[in-house]
């Protein structure tokens, strides 16, 4: 059973020091490299679908938290006002109140519907030292996430595509989902006290995962205070849950910021909301990957892509020349030297990188690279170039498989 605390760690993903404070970890080098491979990839399974980024502050005016319902409902899980200039500032808790101000930052029409704001930004909770752990509950949490603005005619059909979107995602991942959940409110004062929108926007998503044909179990008290989502859920290594990605549709904040659209009627109209989040928290999403692969990350998301191992120090020329042949191609090389140790030693020391070529007198003088897999498999020698296009196929397909 792989523990990603211990895990990251060891592979100098990433570490937390008390001085910086609990549920704040920082990323090495390494884990740098997961994070914004991850990163890069969500960006662009957006834009090929439509989505437009856009960046917004962390902190925002108390009023602002006010008037989307934060306030009253999630307080407990957000830090302490800052003063400053006479006025109330908050680290914000989530991205959507923002998305709805760019919204209406101008006059929309029904012709730029639907709308789909995406953003990889960052968001703060006030967590209890009690749950902090790892990457998978932190404090400061880089989120994925967007909000589709659109009629209520569109509705159904960009809940149905963010959840094909986060399919696609997992598959890239290797990840495999536990289960799909509908959340909906519990009793209490914890959600917005409108029956009728919550009726219309269950009924919505219900429709979605009927007609997708995908089996779902009702959560309830697991809805967001605004409205009901679909959460997928996922499993660690120790046996416990927890949500990565999540569909939700509300329409409750588009009331609480007047936000409205010039139909083709010439009149104003009420945009729904879709939140929508492929990996959620970049963080859980990392903690779940180490643990789920080992550390033996899908090619496109490992540290290092491809290592080089040099027989010698008469091929460390060559194998430099290969490492910058690779980088040219924007691949990840290594060189592991005969400085650091025999070649079983090297090759156990780079056993998690999915590529790995021993340079030899042999390889160099035929322009050849025999490749060892790293599920044990070892290809026959092809030219140097047919290699690294083959890596580099994968690497931008990415790819599950090896080869």
Request: glycine letters at 10%; aromatic letters at 8%.
């Amino acid at each position: 059973m792989f523990d990603h605390r211990r895990l990251g760690r060891e592979l100098g993903l990433f570490d937390t020091d008390p001085l910086i404070g609990a549920g704040l970890p920082y990323w090495l080098p390494d884990g740098a490299v997961v994070r914004q491979s991850l990163e890069d990839f969500v960006r662009t399974l957006e834009r090929r679908a439509g989505y437009r980024h856009v960046y917004s502050p962390v902190l925002g005016k108390r009023e602002l938290y006010e008037r989307s319902g934060h306030w009253a409902h999630y307080r407990e899980d957000m830090f302490p006002p800052l003063s400053m200039g006479g006025e109330q500032l908050v680290l914000r808790p989530s991205l959507c109140p923002h998305h709805a101000l760019m919204f209406r930052s101008r006059s929309r029409s029904y012709r730029e519907l639907p709308l789909r704001m995406a953003e990889l930004g960052g968001m703060y909770r006030s967590e209890r030292s009690g749950v902090l752990g790892g990457l998978t509950r932190v404090r400061a949490i880089q989120l994925n996430d967007a909000h589709i603005f659109c009629t209520l005619d569109q509705v159904a059909e960009e809940a149905r595509g963010a959840l094909e979107l986060i399919a696609a995602a997992y598959r890239a991942m290797g990840i495999v989902p536990s289960r799909y959940r509908l959340s909906l409110p519990g009793p209490g004062g914890k959600y917005v006290a409108r029956p009728e929108l919550w009726e219309r926007a269950t009924a919505l998503l219900v429709r979605v995962l009927d007609e997708l044909g995908v089996p779902y179990e009702e959560g309830v008290g697991e809805a967001a205070f605004y409205g009901p989502k679909i959460d997928v859920q996922v499993v660690d290594a120790a046996g416990r849950e927890s949500t990565l990605s999540t569909v939700q549709v509300d329409f409750h904040q588009p009331e609480q910021f007047d936000l409205h659209y010039i139909g083709p009627d010439g009149a104003r109209h009420r945009p729904v909301m879709v939140h929508r989040s492929i990996v959620g928290s970049v963080e859980r999403a990392v903690a779940h990957l180490i643990e789920r692969h080992g550390g033996a990350f899908p090619a496109w998301l490992a540290p290092v892509q491809l290592a080089v191992l040099p027989l010698g120090e008469e091929q460390d020329g060559a194998a430099r020349e290969l490492a910058a042949r690779c980088l040219e191609l924007d691949l990840r090389a290594e060189v592991l030297g005969a400085e650091r140790g025999s070649l079983g030693a090297r090759v156990r020391e780079a056993r998690l990188a999915p590529y790995q070529v021993v340079l030899g007198p042999r390889e160099i003088a035929d322009g050849a690279l025999a490749v060892r897999l790293r599920d044990g498999r070892r290809l026959a020698p092809l030219p140097t170039g047919e290699v690294l296009e083959r890596i580099h196929a994968n690497v931008r397909a990415h790819a599950v498989d090896l080869w």
